[in-house]
């Protein structure tokens, strides 16, 4: 893989910046920028008296500019170690760099550049396009994209060898009501691993180095999905997903919730899942077996935004079940609750508490979480616990301006006392020029 701090490939990055950035910088009414700032530091345990002590470091930006039908977006982020192992060796991430022009013609809208894909079957980041044409006041949407993976820890280059390394597909959406919407989608994505050596054996136990070129992952995927949700009274969300290489189905999902009453309202889910293996990946050679779990609830609305809930779920491997049993409550500053569960990993019961007031006419919000867990990993195993506690708050002296820090606290088998601290700054810019 290229080292994207080579001056060859901080060229191409600088020519694919102007490319995009020229013509937004040009025409660009509408500037909004979020700068975020945080820092986590903690003391981390490595071995029976020894420790080492570490300080994460992250600065974060999103920008983008309009002006009329086009657009422009990235979002990055920076990050070093203090404090630590890996300090000094700061890593950059380039999670999308794109421009978007909507409605052109009023049929279509295309994007170009490092984009996150939303598209049924098919999610991921590529380097490439996207279109979407739209008919019939947008009733009926077809969507299609193509691009190369990004490289590992998301560079800011373009991936070696990208007829290995690409994703691909496409997505039809049906809106026949206000509240019914029906799609189909599919998708194809290949990954190349890299070339890496190992150590092997000859005959005589004789130890030599050789070079593994493992062979490119292919994934297939056809989906079909439609979400209803007829006045507040009853939604209902249907998924299937079928693996075209394994030739199998490998997702099966159904959720709805109804409100016989106004302040009632009852939810059942069932869901069916496969582990999402790549094809001609060496996991396909293990014996799986299908997940299947449903869950139902009860809820019940009390006055001021607060809810009551009851939720009761069983999850099945194989021969072995989970069961668990989960009530709690939420409110606009507060939320509480309790589950338990039991089966074939052990059980465990756990309870969790949020609390949040603002204060100062919202320019000061304390937060205070706080949770305690009791478990076994096996029915002879010792009953264990746990506890830990968060304690912040978030300081907004101005809808710009955001200033959050929490202090974190966990005891437990392992750690008799960690504590972490978190620090978080963050500015939001938004302003309309009038230059055109």
């Known amino acids: 893989m290229k080292d994207c701090s080579t001056p060859h490939n901080m060229k191409k990055l600088l ?32 071995t029976v008296g020894q420790s080492s002590n570490h300080l994460f470091g992250y600065q974060t930006v999103q920008f983008s500019a309009a002006k009329d039908q086009f657009s422009f977006h990235t979002y990055w982020q920076g990050y070093n170690d203090f404090a630590g192992e890996l300090k000094n060796k700061g890593q950059y991430r380039l999670y999308n760099l794109y421009l978007r022009a909507t409605n052109l013609f009023d049929v279509v809208d295309i994007t170009l550049g490092r984009q996150p894909v939303f598209a049924g ?3 991921g980041t590529i380097d490439g396009g996207l279109a979407a044409l739209k008919f019939f006041e947008s009733q009926l949407k077809i969507v299609g994209y193509v691009g190369s993976l990004p490289p590992p820890l998301q560079k800011a280059d373009i991936i ?4 290995n390394n690409f994703m691909t597909g496409a997505q039809v959406v049906a809106t026949p009501a206000d509240y019914a919407q029906f799609s189909l989608s599919y ?20 130890p030599y180095l050789i070079e593994i070129r493992p062979s490119a992952r292919e994934e297939r995927y056809l989906s079909g999905d439609f979400n209803a949700d007829y006045e507040d009274i009853a939604s209902l969300y249907g998924r299937i997903d079928y693996d075209l290489l394994l030739e199998k189905r490998s997702r099966f999902q159904l959720f709805t ?30 014996t799986y077996n299908t997940l299947k779990e449903y869950q139902l609830g009860f809820e019940f609305s009390l ?19 989970v069961r668990t049993i989960t009530v709690g409550a939420n409110g606009q500053n507060m939320g509480a609750s309790v589950s338990t569960s039991a089966g074939y990993p052990g059980e465990l019961t756990s309870g969790s508490l949020n609390l949040g007031y603002p204060m100062f006419e919202n320019t000061f919000t ?19 616990g746990t506890l830990s506690a968060g304690l912040g708050g978030v300081y907004r002296p101005m809808p710009e301006l955001s200033l959050d820090a929490q202090f974190q606290w966990i005891q437990n088998k392992i750690y008799k006392s960690d504590t972490r601290l978190f620090v978080r700054v963050s500015y939001l810019f938004l302003e309309r020029l009038d230059l055109f």
């Not at 070696?160 to 007829?163: A, E, G, I, S, T």
């Not at 899942?273 to 060496?282: A, C, F, G, L, V």
């Not at 607060?306 to 072995?320: H, P, Q, T």
């Open 257 to 286: 919730r109804v409100k016989p009453m106004e302040d009632v309202g009852l939810t059942a889910e069932y869901l069916q899942r496969d582990p999402r293996i790549s094809y001609n990946s060496i996991f396909t050679a293990f």
């Open 160 to 163: 070696d060898k990208v007829k």
């Open 15 to 46: 020519l694919f910046l102007s490319i995009f950035l020229f013509p937004q910088l040009v025409f660009s009414q509408l500037i909004q920028a979020r700068f975020v700032s945080s820092v986590y530091g903690w003391q981390q345990q490595d």
């Open 303 to 321: 006055p001021e935004d607060r809810m009551f809930f009851v939720r009761f779920g069983n999850l099945s491997y194989n021969d072995e079940n």
């Open 121 to 123: 079957v098919g999610t």
């Open 366 to 384: 304390p937060t205070l979480l706080v949770s305690y867990a009791r478990y076994k990993l096996s029915e002879n195993s010792p009953l264990e």
């Open 187 to 206: 998708m194809k994505r290949s990954i190349q691993p890299e070339v890496y050596t190992a150590t092997r054996r000859d005959s005589l136990f004789n």
